[in-house]
């Protein structure tokens, strides 16, 4: 069975930092591309980053380019999300997100429960 | 960035109706189109892939189409678990970008 779960979300004031983890299990997670996909209060879905099989490749939204970082352990089958310079706007559940390809496709078929991130002072 | 607008923003329907979910986005995408469900509290599920192939494990009832720009999710026979939120989402290109959600309620 397939499994993605999130840690590492809570309360940071603006401009401080946080890493979120995604720990994965039941499949080969060195085959997948995986994404962080965020969801504020009340609000729609909106992609955030997405890093390759390999990890050779990496996307991020404008929104979040330049501030976040994203990579994966292979060998520990953990996904991160280094999210620094957090803004007010910034506040949502992150979700960890299965591609359904290596390269990274854009088919998000399994989800993680999602991690809540809170900026605010 | 492509943008995807969905329609309508929210419906009411009663069980055993048929709902018509429709997606346009703002330039063509051939069939590079994920539709999406989500209830309060959960994560979103894949629910249909490439504009009309249904992912495994997903009830015949929902089915998608279309191609270029306009795009349907139908559900023929709604089913009291089918009330949740449900968004399109294009795979084209790297910037994936959602619809803004139709919410389907209990009439």
């Known amino acids: 069975e397939v499994q993605l779960v999130e840690s590492g979300g809570g309360l940071v004031q603006p401009g401080g930092s946080l890493r979120l983890s995604c720990a994965a299990s039941?499949?080969?997670?060195?085959?997948?591309?995986v994404s962080w996909v965020r969801q504020a209060p009340g609000k729609g879905l909106e992609w955030v980053s997405a890093?390759?099989?390999?990890?050779?490749?990496?996307y991020y939204a404008d929104s979040v380019k330049g501030r976040f970082t994203i990579s994966r352990d292979n060998s520990k089958n953990t996904l991160h999300l280094q999210m620094n310079s957090l803004r007010a706007e910034d506040t949502a559940v992150y979700y960890c997100a299965k591609d359904s390809e290596g390269y990274g496709s854009g088919t998000f078929d399994y989800w993680g429960q999602g991690t809540l991130v809170t900026v605010s002072s | 960035d492509i943008q995807m607008t969905q329609s309508p923003s929210s419906l009411s329907a009663s069980v055993g109706d048929r709902v018509t979910i429709t997606c346009r986005a703002s330039q063509t995408i051939s069939n590079y189109l994920n539709w999406y469900q989500q209830k309060p509290g959960k994560a979103p599920k894949l629910l249909i892939y490439a504009a009309s192939s249904l992912q495994s494990g997903v009830p015949s009832r929902f089915s998608g189409s279309g191609s270029g720009t306009d795009f349907t999710l139908t559900i023929s026979s709604l089913q009291p678990e089918d009330f949740a939120t449900y968004y399109c989402?294009?795979?084209?290109?790297?910037?994936?970008?959602f619809g803004q959600g139709t919410k389907v309620e209990i009439k």
């Open positions: 989402q294009q795979s084209y290109n790297t910037l994936w970008t």
């Open positions: 890093i390759s099989a390999s990890g050779g490749s990496t």
């Open positions: 039941g499949f080969t997670f060195s085959g997948y591309a």
